[in-house]
């Protein structure tokens, strides 16, 4: 065995800082704004379900998507009224704009971006990418040497969200607004016309919730408690025995039977990893 390796006490979960202030309050308000823009966005999308590309766009044009009808529970308001959905959607849209340039000026000060979603070549490398699809699959999630360390999924998937996704969205929305066309007519011409930057606004928000329904579902396959309470008080409590994987989640219990001494496997942690995360880790 490396010199490296120890075998640390079940009993003695290591604890670490996982998400800095910066993350934690856009991580919050971002949730609240995604949720209603998503709802109103559909209520607003009620009043003409179809989708075009080009300038134009009207009922005898040929869409390139039929977009079905929202039931009232999952639209912003529930009763159909297209003013008020876009009074809601052009509120959110300010603090979705403005809340990603802030989270991206203290990700940039903090070096967040830099240190934990940089990718780098191995993590873009076929085996590195199958290796991480494998893990998943067999629900282990974090790497117990790095336990606080972004895998390549979740470095691709973030940087997707976080640089082409929401900037995209918002851009075709200001380009959508009629005030925004007066200010800046350039945005607009950028996307092709309203019509296509309408098809684009739609396709990314689409994205967007696919993002969010995995990131939820993956978040409760890996234990909602700790990543719960991580994204409110910064700090994440790593699994230390098996017994602690098995009462967090279902899907501990099959990363148990994988990391079980029967297995082949060992509880260790690299010591100088383990003196970090006891002294406070890698602030996110």
């Known amino acids: 065995m490396d010199a490296t390796l120890i075998t640390l006490p079940a009993s003695d979960p290591i ?3 996982r998400h800095s ?3 934690r309050l856009w991580h919050w308000v971002n949730a609240v704004a995604i949720f209603i823009l998503i709802g109103s966005g559909l209520g607003i999308s009620n009043a003409h379900p179809r989708l075009y590309w080009g300038r134009y766009g009207a009922n005898f044009d040929a869409a390139w998507a039929t977009l079905p009808r929202f039931p009232a529970w999952i639209t912003i308001p529930q ?3 297209l003013a008020i959905s876009r009074r809601w959607h ?3 849209a300010m603090v979705l704009a403005f809340g990603l340039l802030g989270y991206m000026v203290a990700s940039l000060i903090n070096r967040h971006f ?3 979603l940089r990718l780098r070549a191995k993590d873009l490398s076929p085996a590195h990418l199958v ?7 067999q629900f282990r999630f974090h790497d117990e040497a790095h336990p606080g360390a972004y895998n390549p999924l979740q470095k691709l998937s973030y940087a997707g969200v976080v640089f082409v996704a929401l900037p995209l969205v918002i851009l075709t929305g200001v380009a959508l ?4 066309n007066a200010a800046w007519p350039w945005v607009l011409e950028l996307f092709g016309g309203r019509q296509s930057a309408r098809s684009i606004h739609f396709i990314a928000m689409a994205a967007i919730t696919l993002f969010v329904v995995v990131h939820l579902v993956l978040v409760i396959l890996a234990g909602w ?3 719960l309470w991580s994204m409110i008080s910064g700090r994440w409590r790593v699994p230390g025995t098996m017994e602690d994987a098995r009462a967090e989640t279902p899907a501990g219990a099959a990363a148990a039977r994988d990391l079980s001494p029967d297995n082949g496997a060992h509880n260790t942690r690299a010591a100088g990893v383990a003196d970090d995360a006891r002294a406070g880790g890698i602030g996110r």
């Not at 290796?131 to 699959?137: E, G, I, S």
């Not at 607004?177 to 925004?180: L, T, V, Y």
């Open 21 to 23: 202030l910066a993350t």
């Open 114 to 116: 830099q240190r934990d």
């Open 177 to 180: 607004s009629p005030g925004m």
């Open 225 to 227: 408690r700790r990543a």
């Open 90 to 92: 052009l509120f959110f």
């Open 79 to 81: 009763s159909y009224n």
């Open 15 to 17: 604890s670490i800082r």
């Open 131 to 137: 290796a991480d699809v494998r893990a998943h699959l």
